[in-house]
């Protein structure tokens, strides 16, 4: 599966932003999906993630509250609702693919168990 990360940009902290990434080439709805973010100087950090049917949801504890995944199996889409932006938040957010329909235990937290990942779209937040 492809995918494609956008809707990044500059906002002012307390703004929103929304994240989108586009899949494409295999049947979506095979896939548990999640995103990640790198932020300047370090090691790229797992964000959320979502079951094949949004049955399921996980969230990285600074962003409890103020992100929301979700996904659309019809348009191959997911996305990234980000609320009370922070200036740490600032970094390249990237939209990953599992293949398979729920994470096993907590392995949505690794890196390693996405197979497929997008090019990243860059979010800052200015203080």
């Known amino acids: 599966v492809q995918l494609q990360a956008f809707g990044g940009g500059l906002v002012q902290a307390g703004g929103s932003l929304r994240l989108s990434c586009a899949a494409s080439?295999?049947?979506?709805?095979?896939?548990?999906m999640g995103w990640f973010r790198q932020a300047p100087g370090k090691e790229r950090e797992f964000v959320a993630a979502?079951?094949?049917?949004?049955?399921?949801?996980y969230y990285e504890d600074s962003v409890k509250g103020r992100f929301t995944i979700s996904r659309d199996n019809a348009k191959d889409m997911v996305y990234l609702q980000m609320n009370s932006l922070k200036p740490e938040d600032t970094a390249v957010y990237y939209c990953?693919?599992?293949?398979?329909?729920?994470?096993?235990?907590?392995?949505?937290?690794?890196?390693?168990?996405?197979?497929?990942w997008g090019e990243g779209t860059l979010v800052t937040v200015s203080s």
């Open positions: 080439g295999r049947t979506f709805s095979r896939y548990a």
């Open positions: 979502i079951s094949w049917n949004g049955g399921r949801l």
């Open positions: 990953a693919a599992q293949p398979g329909t729920y994470f096993s235990g907590t392995h949505y937290y690794t890196e390693t168990t996405y197979d497929y």
